[in-house]
């Protein structure tokens, strides 16, 4: 049959992959104990940068930052998609209205970065000469409500398929059983949709956490981790230590401790959400 | 009730679609209108926007930039989908390696950057177009969407072939790939826009000149001109416009193909 040799065809994806996924995951333990700037020779300094860490008042900084933010983002986030998910249902433009909310997803980043940018700027911005926009370049708390707006903007369509998905699965003679029972439309929501909903919404809850805790695109394109600091999260701490001040060694200890901390969030969620019945 | 589900939808909608409009709405406004500050009074319709985008000359303004970055995405796109296709091949025909692709698919890349930097400064590939291309040759995500694809091919077709005598080219492109071309299609839209979509990534590996993406040419220029938002709308407009085109062209698809993804 000669099947045996199948395995071949999946060298060129294998190899790369190992090379340029798996192995930088795990090297970036090595790193972590360098002290290196990138164009210097790299300095092995144990568990040093580990140590800084945990003393650096801008690392605490950021984790509250990144926490406040992920809280204020993923409680709208998860609501919206399961209220828009509900109010789309069986509706004759549901297909197009998904397609609509599934679009900023993919398109240019920068490109959406710009068109938010001209649009809400409150100094440039076109809306400020319609209606006052609250000023996020001097406010931290707007600025983070921009970056969430943003990043809700980008993965409402993700996250109403993802609840939609769960909705379609759902009998419908549950809910006809219930109504012929008596129950309300309010009351079949309560103790019918929703516990039948809780594998997509701990599903979103995980996701949305995971991406809140790495995310610093948005950040970098709409704010830069300004106005004072008032947005830098973890990803855009991570990327300004390393990058802009060079310290790759101490980015990479702080690689290692993002993933420790996703990793300790996404499983506590997991958990909760699950035994929470 | 109902109406009140009408409404949510159809503010959403127009919320969403609100950046869209204005940029396609901002790329044609004549310089003049956004000088005087009255944006909305008057009705102009200006192709200026777009003239001053090609100003820097070709291959270093923002046309080039376009164009490389169109090649070079779909370069790695096809990448991608070859070495996708065959490893969905060969798990497909028994290769024990979907765990795999699958605990890779855990790895965020994202945050990858510092090692992934240090790997390239090793391989002395740093600021070459291969920084570009080649950690982006496969990605588990592609890989996974194929495999789920190939499954639905019935066996009993395969072994048909083979019993006449086919060996795995034949089965490849004979047989799978134009029974695939659905799965491929939506898979190629998917690894275009992650890859047309790096930000920070190229701006940190391959910074000169010749190897600016069209994206850090637009934060560039968003950095540099703030308040110019003809010229940042135009080329905002020009470099979303093919992506928008495809994904309205395929859309059913693609969308189809992150439903079947939750399942899985």
Do not use: C
Request: proline share 6%; aromatic share 14%; charged share 15%.
């Amino acid at each position: 049959m000669g099947r045996n040799n199948a395995f071949w065809f999946a060298l060129p994806a294998v190899a790369s992959l190992g090379l340029f996924l798996l192995y930088p995951f795990l090297d970036v333990l090595r790193f972590s104990t360098w002290d290196w700037s990138g164009l210097s020779e790299p300095r092995v300094v144990g568990l040093e940068n580990y140590r800084d860490i945990l003393r650096d008042p801008d690392f605490y900084n950021s984790l509250r930052i990144t926490l406040i933010f992920g809280v204020m983002t993923l409680i709208p986030f998860v609501v919206l998609s399961i209220l828009l998910a509900l109010a789309l249902d069986g509706q004759p433009y549901e297909r197009p209205i998904k397609a609509l909310l599934f679009l900023p997803g993919l398109v240019t980043l920068g490109g959406a970065a710009v068109a938010w940018y001209t649009l809400f700027s409150p100094e440039y911005g076109a809306l400020a000469s319609l209606i006052p926009v609250p000023r996020w370049d001097q406010s931290p708390f707007w600025a983070l409500v921009l970056i969430m707006l943003f990043t809700i903007w980008r993965h409402i369509g993700y996250g109403v398929l993802v609840v939609s998905a769960r909705l379609k699965a759902i009998p419908k003679a549950l809910l006809e059983a219930a109504a012929v029972d008596g129950a309300t439309p309010a009351q079949s929501f309560r103790f019918i949709t929703l516990p039948l909903l809780r594998p997509a919404i701990t599903f979103l809850v995980v996701i949305g956490t995971v991406l809140t805790l790495q995310g610093y695109t948005a950040v970098f394109l709409l704010t830069r981790g300004g106005p004072f600091g008032g947005t830098e999260v973890l990803g855009y701490y991570l990327y300004k230590t390393g990058f802009e001040a060079g310290r790759l060694g101490y980015a990479a200890a702080l690689t290692v401790i993002i993933l420790l901390l996703t990793l300790a969030f996404a499983l506590a969620q997991a958990r909760l959400l699950r035994e929470e019945k | 009730m109902r109406w009140l589900g009408h409404l949510l939808v159809w503010t959403v909608a127009f919320l969403v679609a609100l950046p869209f409009i204005w940029m396609a709405y901002a790329a044609f406004i004549p310089p003049e209108a956004v000088f005087s500050g009255n944006i909305f009074g008057q009705l102009g319709f200006s192709l200026a926007n777009f003239e001053v985008l090609g100003r820097e000359g070709f291959w270093e303004g923002f046309w080039g930039r376009l164009l490389f970055s169109v090649l070079l995405t779909g370069g790695v796109t096809l990448l991608q989908l070859t070495t996708g296709f065959l490893a969905a091949y060969a798990i497909k025909e028994g290769a024990r390696l979907l765990p795999f692709f699958l605990v890779l698919l855990a790895i965020p890349v994202e945050l990858l950057l510092v090692p992934l930097y240090g790997l390239l400064v090793g391989l002395k590939i740093l600021d070459t177009i291969w920084a570009l291309v080649l950690p982006f040759a496969a990605s588990p995500f592609i890989v996974y969407l194929l495999f789920q694809g190939m499954r639905t091919v019935p066996e009993e077709l395969l072994e048909a072939a083979r019993i006449d005598g086919a060996g795995h080219r034949v089965l490849l492109t004979r047989i799978l790939l134009p029974l695939l071309r659905p799965q491929l299609i939506a898979a190629g839209v998917l690894a275009f826009a992650a890859h047309w979509n790096l930000v920070l990534y190229p701006r940190i590996v391959a910074g000169s000149k010749e190897l600016k993406t069209v994206q850090t040419w637009i934060t560039d220029l968003q950095r540099q001109n703030p308040a110019d938002w003809g010229p940042l709308s135009a080329a905002a407009l020009a470099a979303t416009l093919p992506l928008v085109i495809i994904y309205l062209l395929y859309e059913r698809r693609i969308v189809e193909t992150f439903e079947e993804g939750l399942k899985g």
